[in-house]
């Protein structure tokens, strides 16, 4: 556009803007519907083939028990392996996800019963939360406390390295769980916002069958009014 007199360095300015302002609000736009691509596919995971067959790993692993998880390795690694090999990003993350998990069964079983040849125990985080809470004003206190932190510490990395595999798992169930819930709750509000369209649509339609009635018989009170004065 041409800039030669003030009048027309402003209406490039302003067309600038304008067209600045339009890329903005398309860059917005076209960022909302990825988002909005990206959380329905997320939500719907577990409805396609690829989910249903993750869940079903998942679900595997889980069934053994926490103390016993590892003993479906050889089943879960087929299972694993058998998901469907997807074009799409999320799945190709997933696939690897789920054969690495599959695979470190053996590695679970192995430490587990080095570390737990009585099956596998829950570590409890409170066991971290008090060994934090005890006294240190003295120096054998210090000392104590120290002493049961690392301890606790080492209880705690010992259990997440075995486990990693069945609370991988139960992460998938329980968010299956979490999309099937917020499915109902999204439905209920559906419901509940079509009821209120419906109720304040009737309230609506009361209105304005009323202001109609009122406005026919002010009307007819009119006429009637107009008729009485003629027959005087």
Not at 96 to 105: C, F, P, V
Not at 116 to 145: C, H
């Amino acid at each position: 556009m041409p800039k030669n007199t003030p009048e027309e360095k402003a209406e490039r300015s302003q067309k600038i803007k304008e067209l600045k302002k339009q890329i903005n609000d398309t860059s917005a736009h076209n960022e909302e519907v990825e988002i909005a691509k990206s959380v329905m596919f997320e939500l719907n995971r577990f409805s396609t083939e690829f989910g249903k067959k993750q869940l079903e790993t998942a679900k595997l692993i889980a069934s053994a028990g926490s103390e016993r998880f590892y003993e479906v390795y050889e089943e879960a690694v087929k299972l694993a392996n058998a998901l469907p090999e997807s074009k799409i990003k999320e799945e190709k993350i997933w696939r690897k996800q789920e054969i690495r998990n599959a695979n470190a069964l053996k590695r679970s079983a192995k430490l587990a019963h080095k570390h737990y040849p009585d099956g596998i125990v829950y570590f409890d985080p409170q066991i971290i939360e008090d060994a934090y809470n005890l006294p240190d004003d003295t120096p054998e206190q210090q000392k104590i406390r120290r002493k049961a932190m690392k301890k606790a510490n080492k209880e705690q990395n010992t259990y997440a390295g075995i486990a990693s595999p069945y609370l991988s798992a139960m992460r998938t169930i329980q968010l299956t769980e979490g999309y099937k819930n917020l499915s109902e709750i999204l439905s209920g509000y559906d419901d509940a916002v079509n009821k209120k369209e419906t109720e304040q649509a009737q309230i609506d339609a009361n209105a304005k069958r009323l202001a109609e009635e009122r406005k026919l018989d002010i009307e007819r009170k009119k006429s009637q009014h107009k008729l009485r004065n003629s027959t005087k």
